[in-house]
């Protein structure tokens, strides 16, 4: 099928592209379409109006810094993937992209736009989330900024307003002592997931796990963040393991569609928990290892 | 009667620049075959999946049907009939596919010769699991594959030779 009729405008400015969506609740912004479009060529959204971003001044820019990682709404995947930077400040943010689609849609998508699609089967709002960062919008009123925890309200629903644009994601550096492990399964690679789990396990000053909290994704409808610290305080057994991905069960929904059971889904996340938890542990103690070390 | 309104845009494709005259909607994919009669250009699943329609825009491997016309005039397009060399004969992808039989159908082929052609030019010399990675988003119903990754590593030979050549 091919989309219905809209209303196309292709902005210059931020302003411009704001005004243009200020009073049509019913338009869209398109940034790199790669969710976009498939939804508008199955005709399961039709809006009147698409505002394309995509010849915005000033927004692919990917920023890094010791406080953490800022990228541009028009920032690709592939280009924030090939940032030595971004991974060297944030890891996590390099080892899911590298799960998100094949490198052709990479080429084209935006991580920020992935952000506000709000796709519980994604990586990167999960690991938003997790991360405890943000995404900074710009509407009629100004600028705002949205704290992950506020971000994400329902399946495929971010709490963006229909007239703001998102400009920039902020994902903050990794805590003291802390380590990530990312891994997800799939039918096939660059597919969408069907359990992914993403860890950080941060350690005291002796070594011993102090905080620990996993995202999971495709593991409920919304992107879902679980903090595990309980079980495994007394340390990272098989025994703990088992008991926190029991923890993150209760607080998980996986459901059955034609791709994986609600059960499979739940021994995913149990399998997933320990692996992931425990590559996240070692991470930690060898960054620990290292800067005492130093 | 449709008022759908009509954009006059520029399509730059192959180095000639094409004027049409496309409601928004059009996909670029779309406005390649049936605009400009450029049918190399193929189409499977219209959702970015199978890769058929990959295409390079500004060099880059993108899907021609998750884009739309309106969105690609700033931008220069090369389609599987821009990768031929200039005096007609195949370019380094072609003649690898063809050596190592990489096709059967040929319903896939375009997508694969436009993004490999992009792939050995950032990776010049895959070994076979960087070739297999290279061609990881597209689908092809009739080869299995093994061919196609022999043809990756062959075009990566034939395209080094053929700038050495250059060079001289
Ligand atoms: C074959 C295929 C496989 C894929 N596999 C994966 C996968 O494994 N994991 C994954 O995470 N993703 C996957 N994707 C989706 C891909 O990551 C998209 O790039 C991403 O979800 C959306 O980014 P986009 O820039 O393309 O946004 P668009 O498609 O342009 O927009 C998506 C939505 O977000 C809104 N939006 C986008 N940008 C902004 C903005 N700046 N401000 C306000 N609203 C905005 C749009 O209005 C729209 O509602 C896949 C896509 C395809 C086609
Ligand atoms: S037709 Fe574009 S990816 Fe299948
Ligand atoms: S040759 Fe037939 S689909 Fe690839």
């Known amino acids: 099928m091919k989309p219905a009729p809209f209303d196309y405008v292709r902005p210059r400015t931020l302003d411009e592209a704001v005004q243009a969506l200020a009073g049509r609740p019913e338009a869209k912004v398109l940034a790199g379409g790669q969710s976009l479009v498939p939804l508008l060529s199955m005709r399961l959204a039709a809006p009147s109006l698409l505002v394309d971003i995509n010849a915005l001044p000033d927004l692919d820019h990917v920023r890094v810094d010791e406080t953490g990682v800022?990228?541009?709404?028009?920032?690709?995947h592939a280009r924030v993937l090939a940032d030595p930077e971004?991974?060297?400040?944030?890891?996590?943010v390099s080892l899911a992209l590298a799960n998100v689609a094949h490198p052709t849609i990479r080429n084209r998508g935006t991580t920020v736009g992935s952000l506000v699609h709000a796709d519980a089967a994604a990586e990167m709002p999960m690991v938003l989330r997790l991360l405890e960062g943000s995404v900074d919008v710009a509407g009629p009123s100004g600028r705002r900024t949205i704290e992950a925890a506020d971000l994400y309200?329902?399946?495929?629903?971010?709490?963006?307003?229909?007239?703001e644009i998102a400009v920039e994601a902020f994902f903050p550096t990794l805590p003291a002592r802390t380590g990530v492990a990312f891994e997800e399964i799939s039918r096939r690679h660059g597919d969408y997931a069907m359990c992914g789990v993403a860890a950080l396990v941060t350690l005291d000053g002796g070594g011993a796990v102090s905080r620990v909290r996993a995202g999971y994704l495709s593991a409920s409808d919304v992107p879902a963040v679980v903090d595990l610290t309980e079980p495994l305080a007394g340390g990272i057994t098989p025994a703990s393991l088992e008991q926190a991905a029991a923890v993150a069960l209760t607080q998980l929904d996986p459901e059955t569609d034609i791709h994986a059971t609600a059960a499979y889904r739940a021994h995913l996340v149990e399998v997933l928990t320990a692996r992931v938890v425990t590559a996240a542990y070692q991470n930690a103690s060898e960054h620990t290892h290292q800067s005492t070390q130093e | 009667m449709s008022t759908e309104q009509l954009h006059r845009i520029r399509l730059q494709v192959n180095g000639v620049a094409h004027e049409v005259?496309?409601?928004?909607?059009?996909?670029?994919s779309d406005a390649l075959r049936h605009d400009l009669g450029l049918t190399g250009t193929h189409v499977g699943c219209e959702h970015g999946v199978c890769g058929a329609c990959t295409i390079?825009?500004?060099?880059?491997?993108?899907?021609?049907?998750?884009?739309?016309?309106?969105?690609?005039?700033?931008?220069?397009l090369t389609t599987v009939e821009g990768l031929a060399n200039a005096d007609g004969t195949l370019g380094p992808v072609?003649?690898?596919f063809r050596e190592c039989h990489g096709l059967q159908c040929g319903f896939c082929t375009p997508g694969f010769?436009?993004?490999?052609?992009?792939?050995i030019k950032e990776n010049p010399s895959p070994s076979e699991?960087?070739?297999?990675?290279?061609?990881a988003g597209n689908l092809c119903r009739c080869t299995g594959y093994q061919n196609i990754v022999k043809a990756v590593c062959r075009a990566a030979e034939l395209a080094a030779t053929h700038s050495g050549e250059a060079d001289q």
Not at chain 1, 70 to 76: K, Q, V, Y
Not at chain 1, 86 to 92: C, D, G, K, T, Y
Request: aromatic fraction near 2%; proline fraction near 6%.
């Open chain 1, 70 to 76: 800022r990228i541009g709404a028009l920032a690709r």
């Open chain 1, 86 to 92: 971004v991974r060297r400040v944030q890891p996590l």
């Open chain 1, 153 to 163: 309200v329902g399946p495929l629903e971010s709490s963006l307003h229909h007239d």
């Open chain 2, 21 to 28: 005259e496309v409601p928004a909607r059009r996909l670029l």
């Open chain 2, 56 to 76: 390079l825009v500004d060099g880059t491997p993108m899907r021609s049907c998750l884009m739309f016309a309106v969105s690609a005039a700033d931008s220069e």
């Open chain 2, 94 to 96: 072609q003649q690898a």
């Open chain 2, 113 to 119: 010769l436009t993004t490999i052609t992009a792939g």
């Open chain 2, 129 to 135: 699991d960087e070739a297999r990675e290279m061609i």
